[in-house]
């Protein structure tokens, strides 16, 4: 929990306009990411792409609400808080739909393999446990 918080006020983005757009244009590249594997798996299914585009339409409300937060109390950091963690989860989301279409995307996937029926909340925290002892076990490597 640590580390996320360190995260979270660490990250800054550029202006509003790129607070919105990112987890947007994350969200998107996960919707495609999401159809090309089904296509890739003969798994296409009308059903799940509904509540796929649903759940982005959530998303979407919350990111709203968070800036009706931001501005209505003078804070500055809910809506970032949610912009990130959603741009967080549709990262986690695209690379396991990179996974499903057959790509091997490194340490990555091999992290999914063993995390991969968990909440995204404990993947995010698991994939940043684990980026850190391969960053340490990198480092060890190279002295």
């Known amino acids: 929990m640590e580390k996320i918080m360190y995260i979270l006020n660490e990250l800054d983005f ?5 607070q919105i757009m990112t987890p947007l244009i994350f969200s998107m590249a996960d919707i495609v990411t999401g159809l ?4 890739i798996n003969k798994s ?10 649903l759940h982005k339409t959530l998303l979407i409300i919350i990111i709203l609400l968070g800036f009706t937060l931001d501005f209505t109390f003078s804070l500055n950091f809910v809506s970032r808080s949610i912009c990130i963690f959603i741009i967080a989860m549709e990262i986690i989301s695209i690379v396991e739909n990179l996974k499903k279409a057959g790509i091997n995307i490194g340490k990555v996937t091999n992290i999914l393999k063993e995390k991969s029926n968990n909440t995204v909340n404990d993947n995010l925290n698991y994939l940043i446990n684990r980026f ?9 490597e190279k002295k």
């Not at 090309?36 to 296509?39: H, L, P, R, T, V």
């Not at 296409?44 to 796929?52: A, C, I, L, T």
């Open 14 to 18: 550029s202006s509003v306009v790129w």
């Open 36 to 39: 090309i594997q089904a296509i």
């Open 44 to 53: 296409v299914d009308s059903q799940k792409m509904r509540m796929g585009l």
């Open 132 to 140: 850190d002892e391969e960053t340490t076990k990198d480092e060890e």
